[in-house]
């Protein structure tokens, strides 16, 4: 197949753009400078020039092309991120997705993946939920769902195949998030963080390696099911376990726990 993906220079999509090349597709990476185009490039795909938030740019940079994935984001990595840095990852999610669903129809093609997140489905009791729980967003995850609406609609609208790939919490050694995580584990400065009395009450997480998500990615643009899924590891896993497996991992001191 020819595979368009928007956030190729991504960690997400780097690994993407490589999964699919290795397969045998041919990839088309939207880029913004050089340092984009090399990093798609080593990978195996196309580079080209193009923005999310431009739908002329976008139709040029994916004509050709059968699958389109948005995978684009603009999540914060800043410890304390702004109301303004938030609105920019809106924009990316939503208004990117308005974008990719006029370029689907434009130049014909079959289908379009677009990135979700599993937690705008989370209860507010904190019991466990899957794919058939409806909706809960809050401040962060808003405009993930309104992209999955937009996408599904748009799908509804010009006749193209769907599907909505709900990740969990990503860890890979490229992450932003992850790498802040590990610096604070060594410096002694990432605490876990409980609820209940004492701190005692351990958050469970759906985490998956950004690896396993770029695979599960690979799957869905192969197949013809449409639908949305939720993409994790097999098994949740507290906050407590994945810092103290994670302290080990770097030789670092174990976390001390505190109250929420």
């Not at 880029?31 to 002329?56: C, M, N, S, Y």
């Not at 810092?243 to 505190?258: Q, V």
Request: charged share 30%.
């Amino acid at each position: 197949m020819n595979v368009f993906v928007a956030g190729a220079t991504g960690v997400l999509g780097r690994r993407l753009v490589g999964q699919l090349t290795e397969r045998n597709h041919s990839v088309v990476g939207l880029t913004r400078d050089a340092r984009g185009d090399e990093l798609v490039a080593e990978r195996g795909g196309e580079p080209r020039r193009g923005d999310i938030l431009d739908r002329e740019s976008l139709a040029e940079a994916a004509e050709g092309c059968d699958v389109l994935v948005h995978a684009a984001t603009a999540i914060p990595t800043s410890r304390k991120p702004t109301e303004k840095e938030w609105v920019l990852n809106d924009k990316v999610r939503a208004e990117g997705a308005r974008n990719l669903v006029s370029v689907t129809d434009e130049i014909g093609a079959d289908r379009l993946l677009q990135q979700s997140i599993t937690w705008l489905a989370r209860k507010p009791d904190g019991s466990p939920f899957d794919e058939d729980t409806p909706p809960n967003p809050d401040r962060v995850t808003r405009s993930a769902l309104d992209a999955e609406r937009i996408v599904r609609q748009g799908g509804e609208d010009h006749g193209f195949e769907v599907g909505i790939l709900r990740c969990g919490w990503f860890y890979d050694p490229e992450s932003a998030h992850t790498r802040q995580m590990g610096s604070g584990l060594l410096d002694g400065k990432y605490p876990i963080l409980g609820g209940g009395l004492l701190g005692r009450q351990d958050a469970t997480l759906s985490i998956v390696h950004v690896e396993d998500a770029a695979r599960a990615f690979v799957a869905a643009a192969e197949s013809d099911a449409t639908g949305h899924w939720h993409v994790t590891d097999n098994r949740p896993v507290t906050l407590s376990t994945f810092l103290r497996r994670f302290a080990e991992r770097l030789d670092a001191p174990e976390p001390r726990r505190i109250p929420g």
